[in-house]
Structures are given as structure tokens and as C-alpha cells.
């Protein structure tokens, strides 16, 4: 090949690099939708549905509310009172709650591939709770009725029952007392609370342990395990139980 030929060669092989370089890759011929972008943002709980479902309201950040110190305020556009769902089915979402929103879509065969709005309404899993009745389940054991509260109002006794809370006066699904655990109201064992049965009778007195009274505001914990391969859920608390009783 003569020293013209190959430079010639060259030359031509530049050129085609350059073209191609500069074309657009095609990655199909056929023309595709635009992608529809799934949104995710702020939301008020506007109202607890049950069963893990809400009422919300979506939310805009505006700088000039609350005197110009900013806040979050009911967006014009956007959801505006459309029913969501907690990913986890979690019931105890509080009405006026602030929560983050996205949006999903649903499994063809489910709910027809529609878009559905999912909600985290965060760690719910510890709450306050107001004792009620009790009833015997052991030697210086209890089951427990409950109702979820809310602080309402400053000091003693601004506790009430909030809209959508958990509560259980049915005890289906009884609270239970974890200073209890290790009862067995023997002589010789010492209880929870620190206190051996063979102390409190005797000829001249007559004492018991006490169950946790009705109307005491305990720190409640959702509890969940797996029984017999099936998600299981629990409510239990820590009270030091009291002794009561009088002389013979």
C-alpha cells in the first residue's frame, strides 16, 4: 500500500467515527408514552377511616403562615380528601397528624393496576393507655381492658380518648402486665413486685397483691410475634402492683 493510499484510508476511517459519533443512538423505532411521574410529599390526616384507611389533605409549605414563620397549610391543588392507606394497615393514625404520602400503583390482579396514595404514619407501636377492668388469669395475674389517650390539656388529668384511637374493652385483646410475668402466688417465691406471698397472712393480717386499678395511665407497647407461623400482636405494660388488705 502506497504512503497516499493509506492516508487516504485514514482519513475516510476518521471521517466515519466522527459520524457516528455525532449521530443519536436509536434504542427502538417505535415511538413510547411519556413516563407519568409518581408524586410524594406532605399530608394532613383529615380523618381516621379504620382499618389502616385515612381522609387526607395534602400539603403545601407556605413561608408567610403562622405570622411569617412558615408552615404547613391545605394545598389548593394536589389530593384533597382522598382516601389513603398506612403500607402497614396500622389503624392508630392520629386525626391532624402531619405524615409523608407517595404514590403506588397496585398489582393488576389486586386492584386493576390502579394508583393508590400510601401513607407511613410512623412508629406507633409504644402509646399511652388508660386501664380499665380486670380480670383474673393466674395466681397474681391480670388481663386488662384499655383505651388509647391523648394529651389535650396541660397537668393532671388532660388525658382523653382521641378520635381513631386503639382500645380494647372488649379484652380480646387484653393488655398484660410484664412485673406479672413471673408470678406464681407460691410461698417461698418472690413476686414481681418484689414481695413473697408467705409475708402477707398470718394469723393477725390478711394481705394480697392488687391488680393494676382502673383509671391508671400506663406507657402501653405493641408487642408482634410469629405463633404457629401467623403474625401475632400483644399489648403489654409495667406496673409494680400494690398490696392491700388489714389486720384479723
Known sequence: MTIARRQLTDFRRLQQAQAAAADRIVLHDRPTAYPEVLRQGVARIAQNDG????????????SQANQ??????????GHRERTARDFDNRAAGRVGA??????????????????????DIGDTGVFWAR??????????QWL?????????????GGWSAGGGGRS???MTLPGRNSVEDANTGQDGHVEGNGVDPANLASSRYSFELQP????????MHEVRFLLQGQDTVEYWFAYENGVDGGCL
Do not use: M
Open 51 to 62: 382499618g389502616g384507611l385515612y381522609t387526607i389533605w395534602e400539603q403545601h409549605w407556605d
Open 68 to 77: 411569617g414563620q412558615g408552615g404547613w397549610v391545605d394545598a389548593v391543588d
Open 98 to 119: 402531619l405524615v409523608r404520602f407517595w404514590e403506588q400503583y397496585a398489582r393488576p390482579d389486586s386492584q386493576g393496576g390502579c394508583l393508590e396514595v400510601l401513607l
Open 131 to 140: 386501664i380499665g377492668a380486670s380480670q383474673a388469669a393466674g395466681s397474681n
Open 144 to 156: 386488662y381492658a384499655w383505651t388509647e389517650v391523648q394529651k389535650t390539656a396541660a397537668g393532671y
Open 168 to 170: 380494647d374493652a372488649g
Open 212 to 219: 393494676c386499678p382502673a383509671g391508671c395511665l400506663v406507657r
